[in-house]
């Protein structure tokens, strides 16, 4: 198919074991038009009654469905690129009729209805649906298989997850990093690895409405997970005398995080911050002097694309591969992970010497290139089977 077999031509990114490539910059080409406006219950509702279009003779096999697990709902970074994503693909799609977590022991590896069986199921994460004859899923990071990782996910990743992507033959991810540990992970040079990129709201751009602030201070975007290296933060904070730090954390996560602040006897110099919408947040990257994120892993590292984004630089761990390709030079790599003097004097520099950077092109990160990706590989992917079929006689 020539739409898919020209990346470089709608900004499509594919990978293979023993491949790499750049990030590309060219923008999508869209196959048709993109549904805007919608929540994810109007997009449910369009999407399973649409019909498909393109042109059929008589004698030519039936269009193949998709089906996709839409429970990826919620605040978080699988969540979010769900919600973007799916509102905006571009080909006919049912919500798979099944409940429970996803992301749970019990809702991970559910079974599907009979009638979804011969379509293709297409996830935005990473979890697989039994009895699917053919699924696309999108393994954002392999965080779960890092140091110390439950040996549920271990045993799940290994025994069900990595064989099912080998059978399949296509995978999605987020970014180039993530295509390089998962082709490493999968050892296998015959599974297409599509890098499809993440997007961006639109409410994080330079220009807006800054947060209120009588004195400079610098923000923290994230969960408090042990990866997140939330600890070296707080600590360089105690050695920065007078720096003043907002945390944007889950409100599930507010108490944790103020035991760790008084536990420094910080009280004084953080605020936390819940359940804020795009807006709102915008407001805090653009009036914060830096954003600094301490991770030491990520598949992506959207707090760090929000906040170049608002033309506030971020200060990272040089050794996140992940957020060093999204900030490249807006902002400072910190050389060590767990120094927290090292962390007090990167931060001690943003509020000495305030900067912005320049933000990176609309088209560079965007929810409709991603989803324009996503559509291309399940476009594709129906096309060959209809052929396949046909060839059957089925």
């Given at each position: 198919?020539?739409?898919?077999?020209?990346?470089?031509?709608?900004?499509?990114?594919?990978?293979?074991?023993?491949?790499?490539?750049?990030?590309?910059?060219?923008?999508?080409?869209?196959?048709?038009?993109?549904?805007?406006?919608?929540?994810?219950?109007?997009?449910?509702?369009?999407?399973?009654?649409?019909?498909?279009?393109?042109?059929?003779?008589?004698?030519?096999?039936p269009?193949?469905?998709?089906?996709?697990?839409?429970?990826?709902t919620g605040?978080?970074?699988?969540?979010?690129?769900?919600?973007?994503?799916?509102s905006?693909?571009?080909?006919?799609?049912?919500?798979?009729?099944?409940?429970?977590?996803?992301?749970?022991?019990?809702?991970?590896?559910?079974?599907?209805?009979a009638?979804?069986?011969?379509?293709?199921?297409?996830?935005?994460?990473?979890?697989?649906?039994?009895?699917?004859?053919?699924?696309?899923?999108?393994?954002?990071?392999?965080?779960?298989?890092?140091?110390?990782?439950?040996?549920?996910?271990?045993?799940?990743?290994?025994?069900?997850?990595?064989?099912?992507i080998?059978?399949?033959?296509?995978?999605?991810?987020?970014s180039?990093?993530?295509?390089?540990?998962?082709?490493?992970?999968?050892?296998?040079?015959?599974?297409?690895?599509?890098?499809?990129?993440?997007?961006?709201?639109?409410a994080?751009?330079?220009?807006?409405?800054?947060?209120?602030?009588?004195?400079?201070?610098?923000?923290?975007?994230?969960?408090?997970?042990?990866?997140?290296?939330v600890?070296?933060?707080?600590?360089a904070?105690?050695?920065?005398?007078?720096?003043?730090?907002?945390?944007?954390?889950?409100?599930?996560?507010?108490?944790?995080?103020?035991?760790?602040?008084?536990?420094?006897?910080?009280?004084?110099r953080?605020e936390?911050?819940?359940?804020l919408?795009?807006?709102?947040?915008?407001?805090?990257?653009?009036?914060?002097?830096?954003?600094?994120?301490?991770?030491?892993?990520?598949?992506?590292?959207?707090?760090?694309?929000?906040?170049?984004?608002?033309?506030?630089?971020?200060?990272?761990?040089?050794?996140?591969?992940?957020?060093?390709?999204?900030?490249?030079?807006?902002?400072?790599?910190?050389?060590?992970?767990?120094?927290?003097?090292?962390?007090?004097?990167?931060?001690?520099?943003?509020?000495?010497?305030?900067?912005?950077?320049?933000?990176p092109?609309?088209?560079?990160?965007?929810?409709?290139?991603?989803?324009?990706?996503?559509?291309?590989?399940?476009?594709?992917?129906?096309?060959?089977?209809?052929?396949?079929?046909?060839?059957?006689?089925?």
């Open positions: 198919m020539r739409w898919f077999a020209e990346p470089r031509a709608c900004g499509m990114i594919v990978g293979s074991v023993g491949k790499s490539g750049r990030r590309s910059r060219h923008a999508p080409t869209s196959r048709s038009p993109c549904v805007w406006g919608m929540g994810m219950a109007g997009v449910r509702r369009s999407r399973a009654h649409s019909s498909d279009s393109r042109p059929r003779t008589r004698d030519a096999a269009p193949v469905p998709v089906y996709v697990d839409s429970r990826w605040q978080h970074g699988i969540g979010r690129y769900a919600n973007e994503v799916l905006r693909l571009s080909v006919g799609w049912t919500p798979l009729p099944i409940d429970g977590d996803p992301a749970g022991p019990s809702g991970m590896m559910r079974g599907i209805p009638q979804a069986r011969a379509g293709l199921v297409y996830s935005p994460g990473y979890n697989v649906v039994l009895r699917a004859r053919r699924q696309v899923v999108t393994v954002h990071d392999l965080i779960h298989l890092r140091d110390g990782a439950a040996l549920r996910y271990r045993a799940y990743y290994e025994g069900v997850l990595r064989p099912r080998r059978r399949d033959g296509t995978v999605i991810t987020v180039e990093t993530s295509r390089a540990a998962i082709a490493g992970w999968l050892r296998d040079d015959r599974v297409r690895i599509v890098n499809a990129g993440n997007g961006c709201s639109a994080f751009r330079p220009d807006g409405p800054h947060a209120a602030a009588e004195e400079p201070y610098v923000l923290y975007v994230g969960n408090l997970r042990a990866h997140k290296n600890d070296v933060l707080l600590d904070l105690a050695v920065c005398r007078g720096a003043r730090l907002r945390m944007v954390v889950p409100r599930a996560e507010s108490d944790d995080a103020r035991g760790r602040i008084a536990a420094r006897d910080l009280g004084p953080v936390v911050l819940c359940a919408d795009d807006d709102d947040l915008a407001r805090q990257y653009r009036g914060a002097v830096a954003t600094v994120l301490p991770t030491v892993y990520e598949g992506f590292g959207l707090p760090a694309l929000e906040s170049i984004r608002c033309g506030t630089p971020v200060v990272h761990w040089s050794g996140c591969e992940a957020v060093s390709e999204t900030v490249g030079s807006r902002g400072i790599a910190v050389s060590s992970a767990t120094d927290a003097a090292d962390w007090s004097d990167a931060i001690a520099s943003m509020i000495a010497s305030p900067q912005r950077v320049a933000a092109l609309d088209d560079e990160f965007s929810w409709d290139r991603t989803a324009s990706i996503v559509s291309g590989v399940l476009s594709e992917l129906t096309d060959s089977d209809i052929a396949a079929n046909g060839r059957s006689g089925r």
